[in-house]
C-alpha cells in the first residue's frame, strides 16, 4: 500500500496514475481524508498545495519525522495545464530516484498519446518542435517519442478518407463469450448462462438498431464494428439473424470496412465464417492472445493453440484476405521465450494485422479481485519483450499504425496495433482519437457525439444483460437525447 496525503483535493487522478505507473501491483491511495490503511505501507508522500508553490515530502514510513526526498515547484495555479504538467515531473523525478527507474512514455500517463503530436501536426509543427515537446514535458523516451509520430502521420493519412460532418460509425456490442478470462473486465457472460435467452438479446438490440439507422439515414456510414464479448459465440442462425439486420438497415455504400471479432478460436466454424463472408464483413480478429498452452489453462481460454491455427487456415479458405490476431505480453509466468514462441508461430500464419497488448491489471478483472488465489503466479513484460514483438511484425512487413495505453498496464507500456499496407483497421483509429461520431448499440456499449468544435458527449447502455433487455425503451430514449440537435 502507498499512500499520499494532500492538504487538499486537487489533481487527484493525476498523482494516482503516475504512482500506479511506477507501482503497478501496489494499492495507492490518494486524497485529504484517507483510509486506515489494512496492508503495511510501503512509503508515504505528503503534497501540500501552497499559493505560488507545491511542496512534494516522500516519507519511507508514514510515521517517520524527516522526509527522505523533497520537491518544490514553483507553479501558476490560473494555468491548470502547466501546473499539472510541472507537480506530474516533479514526481516523476522523485520516484525515479527512488526506483532507479525510468518509465518509457515518461510522467505521460493518458491512455492516447498519439493525440499530441497528430494535435501538433494538423497546426502544421515541424517534427523537431513535436520531440522537443515531448522529451521536455513528459520526459517521454526517444523510442517512444518516434513511435508516436510514427502512428500520428499513418492515422491522419488513413482519417483523410473519412468525412466527419456527413458520416458516423456503428458499434455493434455482443457481451457473451465462451467463458471469462483471468485478465478480463469488459462486460462480458458466459454464454452458457445466457444461451436460452439470446434471442431475446437480439429483438432488444434490434429495436436499438432499428432507432440508429432512422436517425442516421441521411448520413455515410464509414465503419461497422461488432464486438464485444465474442459475437461468434451466437449460433450460426443467431449471427446470421445480426449480420443481415446491419445489412438490411444500414446504407453501406459508404462503409469503408465491416469487423467482426471472432475473437475466440472455440467460437469459430466454417459455417460462421460463410456466413459473415456473404453478409459482407470486410475484416475479422482471431484472438489466440497466446500460442502457448500452458498460459491458455491459466488464463481461462479453453482453446489450445492448434485451434488458432486451424481457425486461421478456415478463415482464410473462407475468403478473408484481413485478418488481425490479439496477442497479449506479460501474461502470468510468461518469459521472452515464450513470447518468442508465440510470435514464431505467429509469423508462420502471417496475419494482415497485428495487434499487441501489454497486460493491465483491472480492478474488475478476477486476477486483481481474487489476489490471494494467483499470489504465486509472475509477471514479466520488458523493453526487449516489446522490441521481439515490433521486429516480428516489422518482419511481416506491418507497420505500427494505432496505439493506446491503460492503466495498470505490465512495464508501463502501451498496445500497438501493426499491419500490412492497406488492411489498417478505420474503426480503431476512430475509437482512440474521436474524431467522429460512433453510435453504439448493445448492453454495455457507450456512444459519442463529437460536435464539430471538438465537443465530446457520450452515453452509455447499462452493462447488465437482463437490464438492458428489460429497459431497451430507456436505452434508445438515452441516444434520441445525445442525438438530438
Given amino acids: 500500500m502507498i499512500t499520499v496525503q494532500l492538504n487538499k483535493a486537487d ?16 494499492d495507492v491511495q490518494v486524497g485529504v481524508s484517507l483510509k486506515e490503511a489494512k496492508e503495511e505501507i510501503s512509503f508515504h508522500i505528503v503534497t501540500n498545495y501552497r499559493k505560488d508553490t507545491i511542496e512534494i515530502l516522500f516519507f519511507s514510513k508514514k510515521e517517520s519525522d524527516e522526509p527522505r526526498l523533497c520537491r518544490i515547484v514553483e507553479v501558476d495555479f490560473s494555468d491548470r495545464k502547466e501546473t499539472k504538467n510541472r507537480l506530474k515531473r516533479a514526481y516523476y523525478r522523485m520516484l ?6 525510468k518509465l518509457p512514455w515518461g510522467s505521460l500517463t493518458g491512455i492516447r498519446p498519439v493525440k499530441i503530436p497528430m494535435a501538433f501536426l494538423e497546426e502544421g509543427k515541424e517534427e523537431g518542435f513535436i520531440r522537443n515537446y515531448m522529451r521536455e514535458t513528459y520526459f517521454a523516451s526517444e523510442e517512444k517519442i518516434n513511435l ?7 492515422e491522419l493519412a488513413l482519417l483523410k478518407k473519412l468525412d466527419y460532418r456527413n458520416g458516423y460509425s456503428l458499434y455493434i456490442g455482443i457481451p457473451f463469450c465462451p467463458s471469462t478470462c483471468l485478465y ?4 462480458s457472460y458466459p454464454f452458457a448462462v445466457w444461451e436460452r435467452r439470446a434471442d431475446e438479446y437480439l429483438d432488444a438490440l434490434e429495436k436499438e438498431i432499428d432507432f440508429a439507422a432512422e436517425h442516421f439515414q441521411k448520413m455515410r456510414l464509414n465503419t461497422v464494428y461488432v464486438g464485444g464479448g465474442t459475437p461468434t459465440t451466437l449460433a450460426p442462425k443467431q449471427l446470421c439473424r445480426l449480420m443481415q439486420k446491419i445489412r438490411k438497415s444500414f446504407d453501406l455504400s459508404y462503409c469503408l470496412e465491416i469487423t467482426v471479432e471472432a475473437g475466440r478460436p472455440d467460437s469459430i466454424t466454417k459455417e460462421k465464417l460463410e456466413i459473415l463472408r456473404d ?3 470486410t475484416r475479422i480478429s482471431i484472438n489466440p492472445q497466446t500460442m502457448n498452452e500452458e498460459t491458455l489453462k491459466i488464463i481461462g481460454r479453453r482453446h489450445t493453440p492448434k485451434q488458432t491455427e486451424e481457425s486461421f487456415f478456415l478463415a482464410r479458405e473462407a475468403g478473408f484476405d484481413n485478418i488481425n490476431m490479439d496477442l497479449i505480453v506479460g501474461l502470468p509466468n510468461e518469459t521472452l521465450l515464450d513470447v518468442e514462441e508465440t510470435m514464431r508461430k505467429i509469423f508462420r500464419l502471417n496475419p494482415d494485422n497485428l495487434t499487441v497488448h501489454s497486460l493491465a491489471l483491472k480492478r474488475a478483472a478476477r486476477l486483481s479481485m481474487f489476489r490471494e488465489e494467483y499470489q504465486d503466479l509472475t509477471f514479466e513484460n520488458t523493453e526487449d519483450t516489446i522490441a521481439l514483438t515490433a521486429s516480428y511484425a516489422n518482419r511481416m512487413n506491418m507497420e505500427p499504425y494505432y496505439l493506446y495505453r ?11 496495433g501493426y499491419a500490412k499496407p492497406g488492411k489498417a483497421g ?7 482519437e474521436e474524431k467522429q461520431t460512433i453510435v453504439a448499440c448493445g448492453a454495455g456499449s457507450i456512444s459519442k457525439r463529437v460536435y464539430p468544435d471538438g465537443k465530446i458527449e ?8 437482463a437490464q438492458y433487455i428489460e429497459r431497451i425503451d430507456e436505452m434508445i430514449e438515452r441516444k434520441r437525447v445525445l442525438l438530438e440537435d
Avoid: W
Fill in 11 to 26: 489533481f487527484e487522478y493525476d498523482i494516482h496514475s503516475l504512482v500506479k505507473a511506477f507501482f503497478p501491483s501496489e
Fill in 96 to 101: 525515479s530516484e527512488y526506483t532507479g527507474r
Fill in 148 to 154: 508516436s509520430i510514427d502512428v500520428a502521420k499513418r
Fill in 184 to 187: 478480463c473486465s469488459f462486460t
Fill in 279 to 281: 453478409c459482407g464483413v
Fill in 406 to 416: 491503460q492503466k495498470n498496464m505490465a512495464g508501463n507500456f502501451e498496445n500497438v
Fill in 426 to 432: 478505420i474503426y480503431n483509429i476512430l475509437i482512440m
Fill in 458 to 465: 457520450r452515453c452509455e447502455n447499462v452493462k447488465d444483460v
